[in-house]
Every structure is written in structure tokens, then in C-alpha cells.
């Protein structure tokens, strides 16, 4: 019979062969940790078009894994506004029926995008009305979230103009404020490590992912003087309106999950806006209006901070 230590040898052999094929082929592996998942510890090979998970060329499509899929896929890191359970512009969203819709809130309100027992998702939304205008003109400026005992906030920062050079986004973690230094790919980890948050270009562009619940691509963005000219927003001279672009993917939503997106993913959702319209809009500004960006009081809202921390 083989000794104990020659059983570690052969194992410890195979195992640095297999990792030198690995790294020889220059195609990241990447595992599911969750242990909710299907494919819990399975290995999956990157596609040959995106090797890598964090590419070092941030106009580089990465690497994503479907947990629950078992599936690898190529995307790009930032905000894509015609993708799934984006929300970009005067907001117009892609819900996770892959379905395009509007919703029209109102300048300084705060709403609940997605509400679960695991996780709360508000918007805060900036805008204006111009004379003559029934409703404001509204951009997403700020997310809040909660999940577990943990709250985080992101926000695009006030500018009279738009510098590419500069960073417009600003965060905080439990309520304290904290710094992501400059540069592709620099990072900052909380303590108990339930939020990530990259860059995905020098400035204004994030990546946040928050431990198996969510993962969230982020860019601040500014109103464009074209946009203004195009859709006659009527912009004051010392405010370029800075706001998000938005990006999520979620993991193990609950099936009564609510929220202006949330709803989405419900497996019996039927949107309700007209089809064959330019502009579908979805309403429910009443449902998800919440007091603040960090709290979650809407009269749909599921999120119980208290009983989050306690799962």
C-alpha cells in the first residue's frame, strides 16, 4: 500500500499539472462558491474570445459565470443600456423579461427599484420641469443599497461641467464615506468582504458586487448638450445634471420579489405597459416611493433590515 505521503505527492503532482494547463492556456477557470448553485465548485473554462474575468483593457469584453446556468459568457464590465435589468436615461429600463419600459417619477423622489427579503435597491432621482411640461424630466442620480445589516450608497456627484478627467462618483459603506482610488482595476473590499466594489475604467465607472446577491455595473454619466438640444430638457448654464447608468444582475431573487425592476424577474410577471408604443411606460410611483435613499418603507417594499441580518 502507498504511504500517506506518497498519496500527497501523486495528488499534489496532478493538481500542479493541471494548473500549469491552466495557465499555459491563458483561459481563467472560474468555480461557483455558492453553495446555493446547481454547479456549486464546478470548474468552467473562459471563453476563448474573453480569457480573463478582470481584463486589463477595460474597452475589453470579460468573462461572466451563470451560477445557475453552469455557463460562462463574454460582456462588458461597464453599463450596457440596451442589456438586461439596465436602467439608463430619462430612466428607461430593461426589465428581466428583456422587455423595454419607462417609468416617470419626479425630481428629488426616491424609489425602490428592487425590493427582497435579501436586498433593497432605491434610486434617488434628480430633474427638471420646463415650462409648459406636465411631468419632470428625471435621471437616476444616486442608489441605496441594504442587505443584511449592511447598508452602501453611490452617487453621481453635482458638476456645473462635465470633465472626462475627473471622477463624479462618490460611496459610502454603513454610512461612512470612503475613497476608491483612481486607476483601472483598483478596488476596495469591505472588512467582512460582502461588498467589492472595481473600477472599470480610470474614473466613473464601477463594478460593486455584493456577495452572492447581486452584482452591479455602474457609470456616471452627464446630460449631453445634444441631448439637451435633441429632447429640449432646457438645462441651466451650471449644471450638467450628472446621473447613472445602471446595470444588474442578480442571484436568487425570490419569486415575489417587487420594485420598479424587481418585478421582472418575477417568474409570473405581465408587464402591463401598452405594447406597440415609442415610449412604454410602467407605472407604480406610488407603491415605490420611499422616504429616503436608505430606507424601506414603500408601501410594497419587503426588505426588514432586522430580519435580513438575522438570515
Not at 22 to 39: F, G, K, L, M, Y
Amino acid at each position: 500500500m502507498m504511504s500517506i505521503d506518497t498519496k500527497f505527492s501523486i495528488l499534489l503532482t496532478v493538481y500542479i499539472t493541471i494548473l500549469a494547463i491552466e495557465v499555459a492556456s491563458a483561459q481563467e477557470v472560474v468555480t461557483c462558491t455558492s453553495r446555493r448553485s446547481p454547479c456549486f465548485l464546478k470548474r468552467l473554462r473562459c471563453p476563448a474570445e474573453c480569457p480573463l474575468r478582470t481584463p486589463t483593457n477595460p474597452k475589453a469584453k470579460a468573462c461572466f459565470v451563470d451560477c445557475n446556468k453552469c455557463e460562462v459568457f463574454c460582456r462588458a464590465r461597464k453599463p450596457s443600456c440596451n442589456g438586461l435589468g439596465s436602467g439608463c436615461y430619462d430612466p428607461r429600463f430593461i426589465g428581466g423579461d428583456g422587455a423595454v419600459f419607462y417609468f416617470h417619477g419626479k425630481s428629488d423622489n426616491h424609489y425602490a427599484l428592487v425590493t427582497d427579503s435579501s436586498i433593497q435597491i432605491n434610486a434617488r432621482f434628480i430633474g427638471l420641469r420646463p415650462e409648459g411640461r406636465t411631468r419632470d424630466f428625471t435621471w437616476i442620480q444616486a442608489l441605496g443599497l441594504m442587505f443584511g445589516s449592511h447598508s452602501f450608497t453611490v452617487e453621481a456627484k453635482r458638476a456645473e461641467k462635465w470633465v472626462e478627467t475627473t471622477d463624479h462618483l462618490s460611496f459610502t459603506f454603513d454610512g461612512t464615506p470612503f475613497q476608491l482610488q483612481e486607476g483601472h482595476l483598483s478596488n476596495w473590499n469591505s472588512s467582512d468582504n460582502a461588498v467589492l466594489i472595481e473600477r472599470t475604467e480610470k474614473v466613473n465607472s464601477v463594478m460593486i458586487t455584493v456577495n452572492e446577491v447581486a452584482e452591479i455595473s455602474v457609470s456616471a454619466v452627464p446630460v449631453t448638450e445634444q441631448d439637451d438640444r435633441i429632447h429640449k430638457y432646457n438645462l441651466p448654464k451650471d449644471d450638467c445634471f450628472a446621473h447613472l447608468e445602471v446595470q444588474f444582475r442578480f442571484f436568487g431573487l425570490s419569486d415575489v420579489v417587487e420594485g420598479v425592476l424587481g418585478k421582472t424577474y418575477r417568474p409570473d410577471y405581465e408587464s402591463t405597459a401598452k405594447r406597440g408604443v415609442e415610449m412604454p411606460v410602467v407605472g407604480g410611483a406610488d407603491k415605490y416611493e420611499t422616504t429616503s435613499l436608505l430606507s424601506s418603507d414603500c408601501k410594497s417594499c419587503l426588505f426588514s433590515p432586522g430580519e435580513a441580518a438575522d438570515t
